[in-house]
């Protein structure tokens, strides 16, 4: 009775290891299905429905990351890029497949950005907002 009441608890610990497991396997897919490219005029993000929004680096504003309480098994880190102060034109999850080469080309090519606030944002765990650029 005894070696059953164990495996029972085991079978069922397994089981609950094994679905947090894969849920977060899931979200990891997900935010990497977003696709972001650019060049010297554009960015552009292709989601996961191959649906493709852009924006003209020419007539961004500010460039900020969202933060949410989502993670981990959620998105919970975000892009935002706006035209205007209030209203974000483009936003893609933290993961992307091309994120990496997107931040180098900001470090490289945006006077004043901020990649302290990046790290800061990547390590949060709270609903906030952190400015990378702003346009002066």
Not at 12 to 22: P, Q, S, T, W
Request: charged fraction near 25%; charge should be negative; glycine fraction near 4%.
């Amino acid at each position: 009775m005894k070696a059953t009441l164990i495996l029972l608890c085991f079978i069922i610990g397994f089981a609950i290891a094994n679905y947090f497991r894969n849920k977060r396997k899931t979200n990891i897919l997900i935010e990497s299905r977003f696709e972001v490219s650019y060049n010297d005029t554009c960015i552009s993000v292709c989601d996961p429905n191959r649906v493709i929004s852009s924006i003209l680096i020419n007539k961004l504003k500010k460039i900020d990351i969202l933060t949410t309480e989502d993670g981990p098994w959620s998105p919970d880190v975000f892009w935002r890029f706006f035209t205007e102060e209030e209203k974000a034109e483009l936003i893609f999850p933290s993961g992307a497949t091309g994120e990496s080469d997107l931040l180098k080309y900001f470090q490289d090519n945006f006077e004043g950005f901020n990649s302290d606030a990046v790290i800061e944002a990547m390590g949060s765990t709270r609903l906030a907002t952190f400015e990378l650029w702003k346009k002066t």
